[in-house]
């Protein structure tokens, strides 16, 4: 892929790109001799430097020049490059979830993208159905690995019909060259009754464990319907039945993995267990949680993290404290037993679940992170009396909007109440709340007195059309 340049939109004063006469609207166009499309090829550059200066070639109103800078990136340099353009997605998935979006959402939620670029930075799925020889040619070069891939069925046939595209090359020779380049695949199917599940999904798993050691993980992933699909293709809702089914065939398969020596490497999304009314897995099964942004053990994380740091709150709180943590419907029992084992000892402290259905995309759509504004501020003003109020974190973006663009803030103002939070960390926000200094650091909290975010930043992302 021949490079193209990258736009600098900013530059610091008193930088060394200043002092080095580089300004807004150059184009760098090389570093060190490689030549630059966008931030990977930068970092693959700058990583391949053994000096500690670079020449960086840039051109002015077509005119080429070049400096001598020190071989870091342009942040500390001192400059801003333009973001190269997202590939998006050329597919009419069947289930694309952009297409069941109402409108007056972030305008960013209909962007359907399908950038190889965005699967190995941000871990975001990619069809394979977009790719020149000289992509792969640069995956295998720069070794951009793993890559988030969704297969949803090693069936051509089957696959081409899901994802609306007659010309889809066939995936096992896309994996099988992303293979031959050592290009690790976390996979992903899409979970849809009657279409890619019984015999459909016992062959992808199967074709999918030939492959060896590439795969790295699979998740099966219910299809997610909202209350929007006009003039879109019927599909069946993943059932109770169809979830214990497409479990059954999943554990076998983790079973097979493990016999050879390669751990589960396949996993259901908790959805699937909730829906077929049977037991997460225990947490250790999940390993290093490969697909927790997928919907896989989210749970039993949660669960994990809420078991060790229970202990921070003592055995009793003075003064008491009544919290309400508001989610999903589908996650209301589990959470609810979860909080009550892990902190309902502790004297003093009250710990009250409640649970949103979904009025923005209907009732079908029953995880805690497509939860709207309005349907939290709805939450809020059902629940009890409380001294704090803790909303889902996964609801907000990295800038703390929810779907229907609306901050903490405005949702605490809506529902006439104080100290609300979005947070994963319950036992982190108790102690926020009464003030102790005993607090983990690793750990971060959005409040609506102030909306800023200490420590970890809630991801918030809708799905893609490829159910990410």
Known sequence: MPGQGMRITRVTPGSDAERADIRVGDELLAVGGRTLEDAIDLTFALAWMDEREAIFEFSRGGTSFSVTLPAVGPGELGFEVRETPTRTCGNSCMFCFVDQLPRGLRSSLYVKDEDYRLSFSYGNYITLTNLSRGDYERIASQRLSPLYVSVHATNDAVRRRMLGNEDAPPILESLRELGRARIAVHAQAVLCPGINDGAVLEQTLSDLFALGDMIQSVAVVPVGLTAHRQRLTHIEAVSATAAGGALDTIECWQKRFIEDGRGRTVYAADELYLRAGKSLPPYESYGDFPQLENGVGLLRSFEFELNESAGLL???????????????????????????????????????????????????????????????????????????????????????????????????????????????????????????????????????????????????????????
């Open 314 to 468: 003592g055995d009793r709180l003075d003064p008491p404290l009544a919290v309400t943590v508001v989610t999903a419907r589908l996650a209301e029992a589990f959470l609810a037993d979860a909080i009550d084992r892990a902190i309902g000892r502790v004297d003093g402290l009250t710990c009250r679940v409640v649970a949103s259905d979904n009025s923005l995309l209907g009732p079908t759509i029953t995880v805690a992170g497509l939860l709207s504004g309005a349907d939290m501020v709805g939450a809020l003003k059902r629940a009890p009396e409380s001294d704090a109020y803790f909303l889902p974190d996964a609801a907000f973006n990295d800038d703390g909007l929810t779907l229907d663009g609306v901050g903490l803030g405005e949702i605490a103002d809506g529902a006439g109440r104080e100290n609300v939070v979005a947070t994963n960390d319950i036992v982190g926000a108790v102690l926020d709340i009464m003030g102790d200094a005993v607090r983990d650091a690793t750990t971060g909290n959005r409040t609506a007195s102030d909306n800023t975010t200490r420590g970890r930043e809630p991801r918030g992302r809708i799905p893609s059309e490829e159910g990410r």
